[in-house]
């Protein structure tokens, strides 16, 4: 495993070699040990995985508020996604600034968004898939989410967004005097 940083501090690229012979490819998708650097003492308490069928479908941004925040790593089993964290961090240089990465199963790689950042992504494949590892449980009264299109952060989807959930539409912009999430 090799750990690019990007330009949001705590937001890592994993990438991942697979060794391939006649019968197919085995890769590892996690290993404590190997990413000790960016999970540090934190557990995975909980692996979600996730289906979307349409191309332009987006999902997201949502996260978790204190004390529930939690990081996740997130890979694609199947299709093509533009998967997106935005730093919501109070104090953070990159407050309000979002990074994106494609992933895909042939690329091989994950996406860690650290606690304070908004996640979300737009399907770029028919069917995609994704897998989430999460460091903390979900807590459904620590719900916290942003707008797909809030104008103060301004996430350069690839495709026009499609096919929202209603619970992601009804999110709100961002206050003018967000200041961030407090960890």
């Avoid at 990159?94 to 091989?108: D, I, M, Y």
């Avoid at 590892?133 to 967004?161: K, M, S």
Wanted: aromatic share 8%; glycine share 6%.
């Amino acid at each position: 495993m090799n750990l690019v940083e990007t330009s949001i501090p705590g937001a890592w690229i994993i990438e991942n070699t697979a060794y391939q012979d006649n019968r197919g490819a085995f890769s590892r998708l996690f290993c404590s040990q190997e990413l000790q650097a960016i999970v540090s003492q934190k557990k995975i308490v909980q692996i979600n995985h996730s289906m979307t069928h349409s191309v332009g479908a987006v999902r997201g941004l949502h996260y978790q508020n204190p004390p529930h925040a939690e990081m996740k790593i997130v890979r694609c089993l199947k299709g093509r996604v533009f998967d997106v964290a935005v730093d919501l961090r109070q104090g953070s240089p990159t407050f309000l600034k979002w990074t994106a990465v494609e992933l895909t199963p042939e690329n091989r790689l994950a996406f860690v968004i650290p606690e304070g950042c908004a996640h979300g992504f737009q399907v770029l494949a028919e069917d995609s898939e994704l897998l989430y590892l999460h460091t903390a449980f979900y807590a459904p009264g620590a719900e916290g989410a942003v707008r797909f299109d809030d104008p103060r952060i301004g996430v350069n989807w690839p495709l026009t967004p499609t096919d929202l959930s209603s619970r992601d539409l009804s999110h709100p912009h961002l206050k003018e005097n967000f200041k961030g999430i407090v960890l």
